[in-house]
């Protein structure tokens, strides 16, 4: 089975310019997370979906950023315009729904690594 | 408001070695999940190891174990006969234990170096 994927691995924009970060999330999973790690950082949440609904977008930074995911399959990222402190690399994650106690593990892709200029 | 702190940025031991790493965490919550991942230099990060707050024992998988220490909110990982394939970078990692709240509160990280 294939896990999280992500598209490009690497982008390097200028400052002004316009990226756009995909993630496909394993086959089946509903629930779908972005973490973006700055250099020398944390990684951070940034938003959640369930299928196609935000769950929770408390962790995305500002405007710039936009996320989608229609039809509840893949979701893009997108940075319009990006600056210089939205360098860094953005996971995608992915995870079945299900009842809590059960605990259902994130699977994370790759990372893209955004440079900007 | 959760935190997740890794006091060591840097560690290199030799192959075979035992290594300790630490965690410490801060949350008013009285159930959670703790997390080891690891993501070596391909990128991928996996979980390592999973703590649930509710267990007293501590967790085990294969030459990976954790040190659970709730009161003093530390979960720290070991490393018992090191691989060279252990070098990766290891973050500390909560998540509360609640429906609709699965954000994961990671650490900055340690880079473990395993030396020939």
């Known amino acids: 089975e294939a896990g999280v994927t992500q598209f490009p691995s690497h982008s390097v924009i200028e400052k002004g310019q316009t990226v756009t970060l995909r993630c496909d999330p394993i086959s089946g999973h509903d629930n779908l997370y972005w973490y973006r790690r700055v250099m020398g950082k944390e990684i951070k949440f940034l938003l959640h979906f369930v299928k196609e609904s935000k769950q929770d977008e408390s962790g995305m930074p500002n405007n710039r950023f936009l996320a989608e995911r229609t039809g509840g399959t893949y979701s893009t990222l997108k940075v319009q315009p990006a600056e210089l402190e939205d360098s860094g690399v953005y996971f995608c994650?992915?995870?079945?729904?299900?009842?809590?106690?059960?605990?259902?593990?994130?699977?994370f892709g790759p990372g893209t690594r955004l440079t900007v200029l | 408001a959760q935190t997740v702190t890794q006091s060591q940025p840097e560690m290199s031991v030799q192959e075979a070695e035992t290594v300790t790493l630490s965690c410490t965490y801060d949350?008013?919550?009285?159930?959670?999940?703790l997390f080891w991942y690891k993501q070596p230099p391909s990128r991928q990060m996996i979980l390592v190891i999973r703590?649930?707050?509710?267990?007293?024992q501590n967790a085990t998988e294969n030459r990976f174990s954790v040190n659970f220490q709730k009161a003093a909110k530390s979960f720290s990982l070991k490393i018992s006969d090191s691989q060279l394939g252990d070098t990766a970078m290891y973050f500390c990692?909560?998540?509360?234990?609640?429906?609709?709240?699965?954000?994961?509160?990671f650490g900055k990280g340690t880079r473990l170096h395993i030396l020939p």
């Open positions: 703590q649930e707050a509710y267990k007293q």
């Open positions: 949350t008013s919550e009285s159930n959670y999940y």
């Open positions: 994650a992915s995870s079945q729904v299900g009842r809590r106690p059960s605990y259902n593990e994130q699977f």
């Open positions: 990692a909560f998540m509360k234990h609640k429906d609709r709240d699965d954000k994961i509160i």
